[in-house]
């Protein structure tokens, strides 16, 4: 699932294509050079739905990550987010396309899942009275071989 092909993401402006074709021209039209780029380089920069897909990818993950960490407490628990990151992914959504998405995607919830366990977690355990355990992520003990209830 993503955003795929070259449908969507908007218009290119006249300056975008203008400076594709400064490029092009430098490695094509010059008489007599030989061309700066190899044939995979070439076809890279050819590939123009690649080329606006992560350009748009790359311009929106900084937004994305804006609205993940948006008042971001110093911790949270896994609801809270699962939230930040589907706002965080909508915006990612919203603004890219094409088919560099669905690496940036992943990029994007790779960010934001290290942001959260790396000390920001909290611990999901509900206590015996039913109350969320307000203390960051941590073993939990294990029942007594008694089987009784204690703690």
């Known amino acids: 699932g993503g955003k795929g092909g070259g449908k969507g993401g908007g218009s290119r402006s006249a300056s975008e294509w203008s400076a594709r074709f400064a490029v092009l021209s430098e490695v094509l039209f010059v008489p007599g050079a030989e061309p700066r780029l190899s044939a995979p380089g070439l076809a890279r920069l050819l590939d123009a739905d690649s080329l606006f897909s992560v350009t748009a990818c790359e311009a929106a993950l900084p937004r994305a990550r804006e609205a993940y ?3 971001l407490p110093p911790q949270y628990a896994a ?3 699962a939230s930040r990151l589907a706002a965080a992914e909508a915006v990612l959504r919203e603004k890219a396309c094409g088919p560099a998405y669905d690496r940036y995607l992943r990029s994007l919830r790779a960010e934001c899942a ?7 977690r909290l611990c999901d355990a509900v ?9 960051r992520a941590h073993p939990l003990p294990l029942p007594s071989a008694g089987g ?4």
């Open 69 to 71: 960490n948006r008042n």
């Open 79 to 81: 609801t809270e987010h």
């Open 114 to 120: 290290a942001l959260w366990h790396d000390g920001r």
């Open 127 to 135: 206590s015996c009275t039913g109350r969320p355990c307000l203390f």
């Open 148 to 151: 009784g209830a204690d703690g």
